[in-house]
């Protein structure tokens, strides 16, 4: 039996701090819901059962830092934007008013929103009933494990049973309903051409650090190890740096996109990892690391990987979007770091990604000097992409256009779709071929409010319970299978789990929110308005009592 699936759609998108404008980013929302992929596969007006957003720079620092009262009103207009696309795609099928599904006719209601630092994940559903739990993890990449950089996830519960307007279940089959886990990841990872091993050594805190619990309270007590004094040093792994190393004297450097052997990345040593032998603390671990056996796995965000490790020289030759040009940009995607990496077992382990069919996301040069657009005559033309007019631009001439906004996935295990063999095909027939089924992976039109183009996705994700989805235990003559089984991320984690990991975190976050109301009072105007107030205050409240 062919398992029900859920209708997900995921976008990523760099904010540059910015406020979206809600009207423009409705008409892109709007085409993305209903876009068709490139196997001409697509849901024409109907919409997802869950909608994520991975948002990076989502706000200034300041407000980033103090938390979510200063978040709200960007988060806001997301919600906006969604629900005024939804809606329109629902007018056009008459539906729209009769759902009774999210508040208020609401077509979405936000059922999660949670940061760290600068990047925050969304979470959008059409009937949140169906939703019976969620977990949250964040860490950090930044000095002392602070979040300017950083990685935030939500763990999802999913019920596939029908609800009604009372929430219970109703169903016209014997079957009982089925739950499935997902896990959506939202991060940014070092930018700059030549931080490619810090890149590297993100994603690796990622796995080691983004846990769903703290490893003190699921290890049993006495087995949680101390955590030694050269641990404790964290130093900054954002690689956030404004100038490239510099080379050595008598070398040169190199332009190539292979990495040296990430296990020399000290910033990655320094942090203490569970060096354990009892195969039920790895297991425990595991199972609240990001490759959790039994859940479904999507990481989207400003992966930051590029085309170079350099920056471009004076007069370089940039992608093309035209298909009949020599420079097209389908003849840079052989160099993007990413799919050299993933490809090299040194990052993403075990992620897919769809084909990229769009053209480079990053780095936009919006409203340039008049006459360098390269979409001039377009603009001048007034054309309009999805009923917007164009923006204006061109390529940042001091970074290397790249694919730096991605979404990924963890298909369904081999164990799952693996063909049954002929006697057990009947018993098992439920397991063949069933995959996560991209249906579209498209990047939205320019915006004016950042030098990043959106990226959007949308699977249909199967129903898969714990059972189905636990790895099984394989009979003697089947090795070469458990072999291939031990790729499988879900069944041998990567990366060992830092365990002091969360309570670093923790620790960072209380720091977090005096950086922040710091940077609140000197650097932004709300913030001067406070202590220009509280001088007033101060000078007034001593002039009247000066004399008592």
């Avoid at 949670?114 to 969620?134: C, E, S, W, Y």
């Avoid at 699921?218 to 954002?238: C, Y």
């Avoid at 006697?423 to 579209?440: D, G, H, N, T």
């Amino acid at each position: 039996m062919t398992p029900s699936t859920i209708d997900l759609f995921i976008l990523t998108f760099n904010c540059a701090k910015n406020l979206i404008n809600v009207a423009v980013w409705a008409a892109h929302l709007k085409a993305a819901l209903s876009a068709q992929g490139a196997a001409g596969k697509g849901n024409g007006n109907a919409l997802p059962d869950l909608v994520v957003f991975s948002l990076q720079e989502v706000a200034p620092l300041a407000y980033s830092f103090i938390g979510p009262y200063f978040l709200n009103p960007y988060y806001a207009r997301y919600a906006e934007a969604l629900n005024l696309a939804a809606g329109q795609l629902l007018e056009a099928d008459d539906d729209y008013g009769t759902s009774s599904h999210g508040a208020s006719g609401d077509p979405y209601k936000l059922v999660r929103a949670k940061n760290v630092g600068m990047t925050a994940i969304l979470l959008f559903a059409r009937d949140p009933a169906k939703i019976q739990q969620i977990e949250e993890a964040e860490c950090g990449f930044g000095a002392a494990d602070m979040g300017n950089k950083g990685a935030v996830g939500l763990r999802v519960t999913w019920s596939d049973v029908d609800g009604n307007e009372d929430n219970t279940i109703a169903t016209t089959t014997t079957e009982e309903p089925k739950t499935t886990e997902l896990t959506f990841v939202a991060t940014h990872l070092a930018a700059m051409e030549w931080n490619l091993k810090k890149r590297n050594a993100n994603w690796r805190s990622i796995v080691s650090g983004l846990t769903f619990a703290n490893p003190r309270e699921v290890l049993p007590k006495g087995e949680f190890p101390s955590e030694s004094q050269a641990a404790r040093s964290t130093p900054d792994r954002s690689g956030a740096g404004d100038t490239a190393p510099p080379v050595p004297r008598g070398t040169t450097q190199d332009s190539s996109n292979s990495a040296d052997d990430d296990d020399d990345d000290g910033d990655f040593d320094a942090q203490p990892l569970l060096n354990t032998t009892n195969p039920d603390h790895t297991s425990t671990l595991q199972s609240i690391s990001i490759f959790k056996p039994t859940s479904h796995l999507f990481l989207a965000g400003d992966l930051n990987y590029r085309i170079n490790t350099t920056t471009p020289p004076p007069l370089a030759t940039y992608p093309s979007f035209d298909p009949s040009s020599a420079n097209h940009f389908s003849n840079f995607l052989p160099r993007d770091q990413l799919t050299q990496e993933r490809e090299a077992g040194r990052t993403m382990h075990g992620l897919s990604e769809a084909p990229i069919t769009f053209g480079p996301t990053y780095k936009y040069d919006v409203h340039p000097v008049k006459g360098e657009a390269v979409n001039e005559e377009s603009v001048k033309r007034g054309n309009k992409v999805n009923g917007v007019p164009e923006v204006p631009w061109r390529f940042a001439s001091h970074r290397w256009p790249g694919w730096c906004d991605r979404v990924l996935f963890l298909d369904v295990p081999a164990w799952v779709t693996t063909e049954p063999e002929p006697e057990e095909a009947e018993q098992r027939k439920k397991k063949v071929e069933v995959e996560v089924e991209v249906e579209a992976y498209d990047s939205l039109p320019v915006v004016e409010t950042s030098d990043h183009r959106p990226v959007f996705f949308r699977a249909k994700v199967p129903v898969l319970g714990e059972e189905e989805m636990r790895l099984p235990v394989p009979a003697p003559e089947d090795e070469v299978v458990e072999e291939e089984w031990k790729k499988d991320p879900r069944a041998s984690i990567p990366v060992p789990v830092d365990v002091h990991a969360w309570e670093r975190r923790a620790a960072a976050r209380r720091k977090e929110v005096v950086v922040g109301w710091t940077a609140f009072f000197w650097s932004t105007e709300e913030g001067a308005l406070v202590l220009v107030a509280l001088l007033v205050m101060g000078v007034g409240s001593w002039w009247l009592l000066r004399d008592w």
